[in-house]
């Protein structure tokens, strides 16, 4: 794994998150974007909309970066979660396809 600077569809993501953006967030996905939430699978921007409403940006949460890695064709993101919902540390990993994220893995 080769530690790299944070890539700027994941700093725009980050961002979003922390001001509680839903359409920001969901303008950093691919049309057909997956969010994978420790094997519960999400898919297109209703679905992430649906999940996120109730458990992501809609927890009223907060994601302070650790570390961002490259792992193969993957970002992997350590990260600090803090909402209403889950609190703790979490690994975030992205698939990026186009500048955008065509999947996000949650796991940890």
Known sequence: MTTIETP???????????RGDTEGFLACFTEDGVVNDWGR?????????RWSDGEFIGAKG?????STALHGNTVVMKAN???R??????????????GRIREMKITE
Do not use: C, M, Y
């Open 81 to 83: 979660w803090a909402s």
């Open 41 to 49: 699978p999400f898919h297109g921007h209703d679905g992430i909309r």
């Open 62 to 66: 907060k994601l302070t970066v650790q």
């Open 8 to 18: 700027e569809i994941l700093t725009r993501f980050v961002d979003a998150v922390n």
């Open 85 to 98: 919902v889950f609190t703790g540390d979490s690994v975030f990993t992205f698939t990026l396809s186009g």
